[in-house]
């Protein structure tokens, strides 16, 4: 039934180490979207892609890099994670672009030792 | 620039008393969408409102939508302890599906 999902749940990492996250998605849907959330605060979008259409950020660092081989998987790259990076990062999907809600998938926490 | 602003910060209630949670925003938009995250979890979808309409229903919920003030409200009706979470409105300012969250409201419903 699961619809969005996120691995690993929980990922820890050393400072400078690069991390990969993951993303898979059944919903078919064309767009997939990448978001950081600290704790306490809003959501706050790192990049998108409609379809193979990469999106980034203005203020998306340099960090972070993002890979979409199908539709079904998203990655997020992080190559040299600070301490700041120390997050929680949650995927999402849509159908499309405007109108659409956004399915989240359960989050990937990362902590940055 | 945040595009969504929400008040109260934090809100505690009685179960079955009404919860109401406001959301202010800064440019014209095409869509307000509320979402509701569990502590720890993603966010999940509860409502999308257009800029043309004023009120929508789903279930016990209840959102407003007033473009001049450019502010939106949701109201939980009859609220459980099952609501206790936090509760973000998301503004869709230029049709490409990018939504910029609000600071969210974090509600708990005592038992």
């Known amino acids: 039934d699961a619809m969005v999902i996120q691995n690993p749940r929980y990922q820890v990492t050393q400072f400078g180490k690069p991390v990969t996250l993951s993303c898979s998605q059944t919903?078919?849907?064309?767009?997939m979207y990448w978001y950081q959330q600290k704790s306490s605060q809003a959501p706050k979008l790192l990049f998108h892609?409609?379809?193979?259409?990469?999106?980034n950020e203005a203020d998306t660092p340099d960090n972070f890099q993002s890979r979409r081989p199908n539709t079904s998987f998203c990655f997020l790259d992080i190559r040299s994670p600070g301490l700041g990076d120390a997050a929680m990062y949650l995927c999402a999907t849509s159908r499309g672009q405007g109108y659409y809600e956004q399915y989240f998938g359960p989050g990937t926490r990362l902590t940055v030792t | 620039s945040q595009q969504g602003e929400e008040d109260p910060q934090a809100l505690s209630i009685q179960e079955g008393e009404n919860a109401t949670m406001n959301c202010s925003y800064k440019?014209?938009?095409?869509?307000l969408q509320w979402y509701r995250q569990n502590s720890g979890r993603g966010l999940v979808h509860l409502i999308l409102?257009?800029?043309?309409?004023r009120e929508k229903h789903s279930g016990r919920l209840r959102v407003t939508l007033d473009t001049s003030k450019k502010s939106s409200s949701l109201l939980i009706t009859a609220s459980r302890a099952a609501d206790t979470a936090s509760y973000f409105c998301a503004t869709d300012a230029d049709q490409g599906g990018k939504l910029i969250f609000g600071q969210g409201t974090e509600l708990s419903v005592k038992p």
């Open positions: 919903l078919n849907h064309n767009v």
């Open positions: 892609y409609y379809d193979k259409d990469f999106n």
């Open positions: 440019t014209s938009i095409n869509n």
């Open positions: 409102i257009r800029s043309n309409e």
